[in-house]
């Protein structure tokens, strides 16, 4: 986790000596979620080329339960990703109180792969509740999740990449000093590892035009999203 008070700080000292100007509250904290969707679209764009989680998403992979309606689960509110999915089969214990879990893991079909497995006599989903075996798949369809087979009840597990949660940066107001304090009780830190400080701070200092290294996450902001420096 990362102190929003320590961006906000750092953002400001480095401001001051490049002589940038003054950053009001409101305006830190705009450009802070701007850095966060910019710094996750780059991290996300490395785990499609690669298909690894990176320590820098660790913050934000989730597990869920999802329960299944008519052959659909709703996706998660912060649903940003797809990790893995497992069917729950929950079975009673002999004490008749305390119910297991067994999951099995379920197959995601692509686009073009629902009808050439459903119609495989090898891969086709199947279920055998006595043996609590059987082969699972799932696929998105009309922003839900669509499970197979049809006869599966109950939910399923579903482990994702949620989006970074709103951070703030918030003030109370000295009417004597006619200042802004930092007000730790309605501010939201980060949820970011230490490791990714740098890269919000450069992200803040370049949206206020300031020069900072042009590594390769900056580089691919410019290329992609045409960012130029605010001056």
Request: aromatic letters at 12%.
């Given at each position: 986790?990362?102190?929003?008070?320590?961006?906000?700080?750092?953002?400001?000292?480095?401001?001051?000596?490049?002589?940038?100007?003054?950053t009001?509250?409101?305006?830190?904290?705009r450009?802070?979620?701007?850095?966060?969707?910019?710094?996750?679209?780059?991290?996300?764009k490395?785990?499609?080329?690669?298909?690894?989680?990176l320590?820098?998403?660790?913050?934000?992979?989730?597990?869920?339960?999802?329960?299944?309606?008519n052959?659909?689960?709703?996706f998660?509110?912060?649903?940003?990703?797809?990790?893995?999915?497992?069917?729950?089969?929950?079975?009673?214990?002999?004490?008749?109180?305390?119910?297991?879990?067994n999951?099995?893991?379920?197959?995601?079909?692509?686009?073009g792969?629902?009808?050439k497995?459903?119609?495989s006599?090898?891969?086709?989903?199947k279920?055998?509740?006595?043996?609590?075996?059987?082969?699972?798949?799932?696929?998105?369809?009309?922003?839900?999740?669509?499970?197979?087979?049809?006869?599966?009840?109950?939910?399923?597990?579903?482990?994702?990449i949620t989006?970074?949660?709103?951070?703030?940066?918030?003030?109370?107001?000295?009417?004597?000093?006619?200042?802004?304090?930092?007000?730790?009780?309605?501010?939201?830190?980060?949820?970011?590892?230490?490791?990714?400080?740098?890269?919000?701070?450069?992200?803040?200092?370049f949206?206020?035009?300031i020069?900072v290294?042009?590594?390769?996450?900056?580089?691919?902001i410019?290329?992609?999203?045409?960012?130029?420096?605010?001056q």
């Amino acid at each position: 986790m990362i102190s929003v008070q320590t961006v906000f700080e750092r953002v400001k000292d480095l401001s001051r000596k490049d002589k940038a100007g003054y950053t009001s509250a409101a305006e830190f904290n705009r450009n802070l979620a701007e850095a966060q969707t910019l710094l996750m679209d780059w991290y996300y764009k490395m785990f499609e080329a690669n298909e690894k989680t990176l320590d820098s998403l660790a913050p934000f992979i989730k597990e869920t339960s999802l329960l299944i309606n008519n052959q659909f689960c709703a996706f998660p509110t912060d649903y940003r990703h797809k990790l893995e999915g497992g069917y729950n089969f929950t079975y009673n214990n002999c004490d008749g109180v305390n119910p297991t879990t067994n999951t099995v893991g379920m197959q995601h079909l692509k686009t073009g792969e629902v009808m050439k497995t459903l119609s495989s006599a090898i891969r086709k989903p199947k279920i055998d509740v006595e043996k609590q075996t059987g082969k699972f798949a799932y696929t998105f369809v009309n922003n839900m999740i669509k499970v197979y087979p049809k006869e599966l009840t109950g939910s399923i597990y579903f482990k994702y990449i949620t989006d970074p949660p709103v951070s703030l940066y918030n003030v109370t107001i000295d009417l004597v000093n006619q200042e802004e304090d930092y007000d730790p009780a309605t501010s939201i830190d980060l949820q970011w590892g230490e490791q990714d400080q740098t890269n919000l701070v450069d992200l803040m200092l370049f949206f206020k035009g300031i020069q900072v290294r042009e590594g390769e996450l900056l580089q691919w902001i410019v290329q992609k999203h045409q960012y130029s420096n605010r001056q």
